[in-house]
């Protein structure tokens, strides 16, 4: 019983959907502008505060009580109920926001002044404390391979540990996952130290790269491996037992199936767990010491990472360095996001995950 | 409890894939769900488990390609006789079991992340065989489906983009594709629209020839249609569930013996 659509017109207008009406439009601008005018007179008048925070959060009181005066005339008392709850889950959402675009914003305008070319060609071997120039090569060469070393460790033990967590029975699960939930509250000072008396003075190694690699995989697995838990529990158990029926053994059922299945949730873990240990200070300043001058090796001698250079530019007084200090903290932020987005862009790639049908037509 | 090894013909005892269950009881914990079951699957034909919900149907059918001792607090006890050899013994390896019984379910579940092709293909690899002809086993495995003039330009698209019953479809092919002895269906088409029902129930009469089927079902259409014979299950009021009646489906439907399998037959209660 196919219709035939006349397709004779030209494109068809498409209506515009949309939960609010012109009026409602017009009502929420009117009420922005008027709480806008209150609370403005409100603070250089009345109240005994003034400035743009106070200012900023008088409005929004006003316009609560103001939006909510007038919709609830305008409309019943749900619909009213209904626009002022979203109202304050899109500024709820926007103050949280608001916290981190100010933290990026003022670590960009404190350490613009250093951040040129040779900030990242360049180290800090040869730069006084008063001079300007110089760069931070040293420390993103050691932030990447220190993170890189880490990531090695922990995510095959991670990953293992999330598989043993969910795909075997047995009496030792429930201990180990104590375990890991004990470990992921282990203050990463505690890591370093750790690290530091076993790796150093134990065994008698050096500091370096590859020793706070130790201390920051120890910070890593856990996270890694909780979240990857979650992530394989969603993977639905008809794929295992198909897998099985076909006369698959079980750990084939996890490399060939449940895996793949979670693929993108696996690189989420792995992103939460280099998240969780990037910015890490505490544990690398009794691991690998900090240096001003590039070492490019991990396994030897002292290396800088970016927040440890950041720790030690910052206990600087001298301008030059404190601003360096804050370049080196934007091209942290910076590093991140990169790293974030290249994993994101690895886990949709390929096979995209099936779109959600009903379940029950 | 009627022993129905009467169908036994000479020309069954040859071909490969007959299945026999031996004394088969089955507990969930300290509850048993099923008491001395003993049913014989012919060859190449189609046996199906009819009966109300919770009489063991599903409980038995998994007993029979091993899939129940995969739920932790499951038991069993008695045989199964694939081709005489008991697919319990100590010797013999589960995963050799499933390979040569292979299972749909009643939800359809292709693996999200592989293409329908690779679909087809995962009972090989997850056995670790190498197939030669991989292209030759993904055509026959989706045309014995019908499914293959559905899918035949789109094969490296993800299995999960089908409808509910291209992906009912597109496991059937994939559990042939291992070419196996005996196909354990599990309520097939429950949760599939008539049409595709109906594609399913073709696939069946295709595939019946080479390989031994064992259908459970609530739809008493549908065992008649598919079926050559019948196995009615019921379990009474705190009772574990048996077989109240087997035998040729013309007879169990036509001229049931027992009234109980006379009433659920005709819609009288169930």
Redesign the interface.
């Known amino acids: 019983m196919a219709t035939t659509t006349d397709h004779s017109s030209d494109v068809e207008a498409r209506r515009h959907t949309t939960l609010t009406t012109p009026k409602d439009r017009l009502l929420q601008v009117s009420v922005v502008l008027g709480s806008g005018a209150l609370a403005a007179v409100l603070c250089t008048q009345l109240l005994p505060v003034s400035g743009p925070v106070p200012f900023g959060f008088t409005w929004l009181a006003v316009f609560l009580v103001m939006y909510w005066a007038v919709v609830r005339r305008a409309d019943d008392r749900l619909a009213a109920k209904d626009r002022l709850m979203s109202f304050i889950i899109t500024a709820g959402a926007a103050l949280v926001v608001l916290p981190l675009a100010l933290i990026l914003g003022f670590v960009f305008i404190r350490g613009i002044g250093a951040l040129s070319w040779s900030f990242f060609t360049q180290d800090l071997s040869k730069t006084g404390t008063l001079d300007s120039g110089g760069g931070m090569l040293h420390a993103i060469v050691g932030t990447l391979q220190q993170i890189g070393l880490s990531v090695v460790f922990a995510v095959p033990l991670g990953i293992m540990t999330a598989v043993f967590l969910n795909e075997v029975?047995g009496p030792l699960r429930r201990p180990v996952r104590m375990f890991v939930d004990a470990m992921s509250g282990v203050p990463s000072i505690v890591a370093g130290l750790f690290i530091y008396t076993v790796w150093l003075i134990q065994l008698g190694q050096q500091g370096s790269g590859f020793a706070a690699a130790l201390a920051l995989s120890i910070l890593m697995l856990p996270t890694i491996a909780r979240t990857a838990e979650e992530v394989l529990r969603l993977v639905?158990g008809?794929?295992r037992?198909?897998?099985?029926?076909?006369?698959?053994?079980q750990w084939?059922?996890v490399w060939?199936?449940v895996l793949?299945?979670a693929?993108t949730g696996l690189i989420t873990a792995i992103v939460l767990g280099i998240a969780r240990v990037v910015g890490e200070t505490a544990p690398l300043i009794m691991t690998s010491f900090g240096s001003t001058a590039m070492n490019s090796n991990p396994f030897k001698g002292f290396q800088s990472s970016l927040p440890l250079s950041v720790y030690q530019l910052l206990s600087n007084p001298f301008a030059a360095q404190q601003q360096r200090a804050y370049a080196g903290a934007f091209v942290l932020v910076f590093l991140v996001l990169a790293l974030f987005t290249t994993a994101r862009a690895l886990g949709n790639r390929g096979?995209?995950?099936?779109?959600k049908?009903k379940e029950r037509t | 409890m009627t022993v129905t090894t009467e169908g036994v013909t000479a020309a069954d005892a040859v071909a490969k894939g007959a299945l026999q269950a031996q004394d088969i009881s089955a507990w969930f914990g300290q509850r048993k769900v099923l008491d001395r079951v003993n049913l014989f699957m012919p060859p190449r034909s189609v046996t199906a488990l009819i009966g109300p919900s919770g009489c063991g149907k599903s409980t038995f059918i998994r007993i029979l390609n091993r899939m129940h001792e995969l739920v932790p607090i499951a038991s069993m006890a008695g045989q199964v006789l694939l081709d005489g050899e008991d697919i319990y013994a100590a010797n013999v390896r589960a995963t050799h079991t499933r390979a040569r019984i292979g299972m749909v379910f009643q939800k359809p579940n292709p693996f999200p992340a592989m293409s329908i092709r690779e679909n087809v293909l995962s009972g090989l690899k997850l056995t670790g065989v190498k197939p030669n002809d991989a292209d030759e086993i993904v055509e026959t495995s989706l045309r014995r489906a019908s499914l293959w003039n559905e899918v035949r330009d789109r094969l490296d698209s993800p299995g999960g983009a089908l409808s509910g019953g291209q992906q009912q479809r597109l496991c059937i092919a994939r559990s042939l594709a291992v070419d196996p002895d005996v196909l354990l269906m599990d309520e097939p088409c429950s949760a599939l629209d008539p049409t595709s029902t109906r594609r399913v129930e073709e696939t069946i009469h295709e595939i019946k020839d080479r390989v031994t089927i064992v259908i459970v079902t609530h739809n008493m259409q549908q065992a008649q249609r598919v079926s050559q014979q019948c196995a009615f299950f019921l379990a009474e009021e705190n009772q574990p569930g048996h077989i109240v009646e087997a035998g040729p489906t013309t007879e169990v439907f036509g001229n049931p013996k027992d009234p109980r399998t006379d009433d659920y037959v005709n819609g009288r209660f169930g």
Request: charged letters at 25%; aromatic letters at 0%.
């Open positions: 029975r639905p008809g794929l037992e198909a897998s099985l029926a076909m006369g698959a053994t084939r059922t060939s199936i793949p299945t693929r096979a995209k995950p099936p779109r049908r």
